[in-house]
């Protein structure tokens, strides 16, 4: 771990000792007491962007009020084309906005590692509302993080969708892993990039651990991240964990049988230019 990063740390965990951070909103970081809900105050909580209304059978991202077809803009486009997504069923609990935007980059860059854990509570409870809490229990075999590269999780100290898997799979009940798929390299900041763009962008930067490969013959999988915009990655994860793989003994190993994920945030609905 860089020593800068270390040094940022322990300051952190100095200062939740002195101001524990349930007193204070994770979004806007006013004042709150421990009773209030995801650790949000009033106003963040009421504009947070929910997904309660229409929404992406296929990825769960919330329809816009200008999409008036059954899925989102970019999942018709990909099944008009005939390029179904590798993934088989898609969640997301609230719209990408910038309450949301907030508590993703307060995870990701401001060393607030506790609100993975919080936003796995968050994912957790969206699932079981749908499914219920004896359902979810049954439906994966498996809960997977989307993995960072090794120089990233080296300098932040973690990787986000790790915390936020693990506390859902511990709400769950469900049996977590996070070294079945391994980042094999970095990549270019997915930002500002096109559909095309991010799929070549992100093409063959995973493999899954080899002893790791008996574990997936024909489970279930839910793949666990903090944020979906058009698929790219998930994609490439659920190809990837579809495949039939042999190892170097020789040994065929099938791959998993179903890949769905669950994110905190979805991207907009909006067409391709």
């Known amino acids: 771990m860089a020593a800068d990063t270390w ?14 951070p349930y007193l204070y909103c994770i979004s806007c970081g006013k004042i709150i007491d421990e009773s209030r809900t995801y650790r ?3 106003d963040c909580m009421q504009a947070m962007n929910w997904i309660t209304g229409r929404h992406c ?32 069923k898609g969640h997301a609990c609230a719209g990408y906005g910038a309450c949301e ?23 957790y409870d969206r699932m079981a509302a749908e ?37 859902f799979a511990k709400r769950a009940g469900l049996r977590y892993d996070p070294d079945i ?32 490969l008996p574990l997936l013959c024909s489970k279930s999988v839910l793949l666990i991240d903090d944020i979906f915009t058009t698929g790219a990655t998930i994609d490439e994860i659920a190809s990837l964990l579809k495949e039939d793989h042999v190892n170097e003994k020789g040994e ?15 991207g ?5 230019k």
Do not use: W
């Open 131 to 167: 499914y219920g809490t004896d359902v979810l229990a049954g439906m994966y075999d498996l809960v997977i993080p989307v993995p960072i590269y090794r120089d990233k999780k080296l300098t932040r100290g973690y990787n986000h969708a790790d915390l936020i898997a693990e506390s």
């Open 57 to 88: 059978p296929v990825c769960g991202k919330p329809l816009a009020e200008t999409d008036p077809g059954e899925s989102c803009f970019a999942c018709n486009e990909r099944a008009a084309a005939g390029r179904p997504h590798s993934f088989d």
């Open 181 to 212: 798929v391994i980042r094999t390299r970095n990549t270019a900041p997915m930002k500002g990039l096109g559909p095309e763009e991010r799929q070549h962008n992100i093409r063959g930067a995973f493999r899954l651990r080899e002893s790791r």
């Open 7 to 20: 040094i940022r740390r322990i300051g952190n965990e100095l200062l939740d000792l002195v101001y524990p």
């Open 268 to 272: 907009r609905d909006m067409i391709s």
């Open 252 to 266: 065929t190993y099938a791959g998993a049988s179903r890949v769905d994920f669950l994110a905190y945030a979805g």
């Open 40 to 42: 949000l105050c009033n």
């Open 101 to 123: 935007q907030s508590l993703i980059f307060a995870m990701k860059y401001g060393s607030r590692s506790d609100i993975g854990v919080t936003l796995g509570e968050i994912m």
